[in-house]
């Protein structure tokens, strides 16, 4: 069964940066893994929980919502089977809890049904 474990949240000031990690663990095979997105999902207090940015493993192939595009890069390292999300120029409206989440054969990148697997998140407090 696969499993997420995110890593590098943190508080920052307005304009920081950070750098967050999802360890992904328990796939069978590379060919397996190689079928999934990966995807970085945010909910802030109150808020729906958004999709923020994704990457397809198998081609790198990325994805990302307009509030984050020039902000925010997705990245993979595929021998230590870890995604990253390298976020800039913090505000914030970016303070929320931050998800990794996995699904095979997605349809709708940035639709929450679609993932199957979700890690336990990892805290992002962007202060003025």
């Known amino acids: 069964q696969v499993h997420l474990v995110e890593h590098g949240g943190d508080s920052v000031q307005a304009g920081g940066s950070l750098k967050l990690s999802c360890v992904v663990s328990g796939y069978s095979s590379d060919s397996y893994y190689n079928t999934f997105d990966l995807t970085w999902f945010r909910q802030a207090p109150g808020k729906e929980r958004e999709a923020v940015a994704g990457?397809?493993?198998?081609?790198?192939?990325?994805y990302y919502a307009d509030s984050v595009k020039g902000r925010f890069t997705v990245s993979q390292d595929k021998a230590k089977n870890t995604v990253f999300l390298q976020m800039n120029s913090l505000t914030p409206e970016d303070s929320a809890m931050y998800y990794c989440?996995?699904?095979?054969?997605?349809?709708?990148?940035?639709?929450?049904?679609?993932?199957?697997?979700w890690g336990q998140g990892t805290q992002v407090t962007v202060s003025l």
């Open positions: 990457i397809h493993i198998r081609d790198s192939s990325t």
């Open positions: 989440a996995a699904g095979r054969y997605v349809g709708d990148r940035f639709g929450r049904s679609e993932y199957t697997t």
